[in-house]
């Protein structure tokens, strides 16, 4: 376990699709800095519960909120009831929720391009747009986004994850521009392989290839992303905006 400073007191976040995955990892992370977290999920109950519990485990406030963040509605009432559970605040806007529906090209459906354009894109512009309000108000806010590798450098079969995540980046680095003079920051972290319920269909050729790629000689944990969320959320990150960080144990750089 790596140390962790508390630089996050007082603050209160929100990390979409924080159930399971990486989403979990980081409210954990953020609560285990000081900040009182609000764990979205979308379907799955009993695992937002456990999520919940181990925020609290760290001594930090919880809550869940069902909410699929790719409908209005639900995003609106997510970041309203965020801000209910915050005391009016919001510090802290992680949109992670993502799903994946993989086909090559030439057989990828329409659905298949839209639940992963809706979700993944149009999800974190809902949830931004919704929260930027209250940030701008309380004149700072931090906004991490998780893309993907896939949205740096393309991958056979995700045309359209590839191109949420590649929407997304662009996205991110809009937002730093358009809010920099309120103080709030906007960056996004591009994970390589993780190991999650997201991952686990992969076939293990597939993984065998990736790792074949990755200089530092192991797939990424949920930790290793989490810990630069919370770097990018905190006042360490102050002076960091629009960027890309890239935690895929040098892969795209190989
Ligand atoms: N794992 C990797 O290798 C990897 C690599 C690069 C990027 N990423 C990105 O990292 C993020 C998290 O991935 P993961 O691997 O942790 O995924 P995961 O284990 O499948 O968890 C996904 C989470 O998103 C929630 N979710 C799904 N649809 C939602 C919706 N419509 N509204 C709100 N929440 C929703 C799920 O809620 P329920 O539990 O209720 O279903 C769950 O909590 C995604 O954006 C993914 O693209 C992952």
Known sequence: MTTTVRRLEGKV???????????RATAVRLARE?????????????AAKEAARLVGESGAKAT???????IPEDADRLVKQALEFGGGRLDILVNNAGITRDNLLIRMSLEEWDAVLNLNLRGAFLVTKAA??????????????????????????????AAAKAGLIAFTKTVAREMASRNITAN???????????????????????????PLGRFGTVEDVA??????ASDDAAYVTGQVIVVDGGMVTA
């Open 64 to 70: 869940t909120v069902q909410a699929d963040v790719s």
């Open 188 to 214: 996004a972290v591009a994970p390589g392989l993780i190991p999650t319920e997201l991952t686990a269909p992969l076939p293990q050729a597939v993984k065998d290839a990736m790792l074949a790629q990755t």
């Open 13 to 23: 976040a929100l990390v979409t699709g924080s159930a399971r995955g990486i989403g």
């Open 34 to 46: 000081g900040a009182s977290v609000v764990v979205n999920y979308k379907g799955n109950e009993a």
């Open 227 to 232: 810990n630069v969320v919370a770097f990018l």
């Open 132 to 161: 930027m309000r209250p940030m701008m108000k309380q004149r700072g806010g931090r906004v991490v986004n998780i893309a993907s590798i896939a949205g740096v450098m393309g991958n056979a079969g995700q045309a359209n994850y």
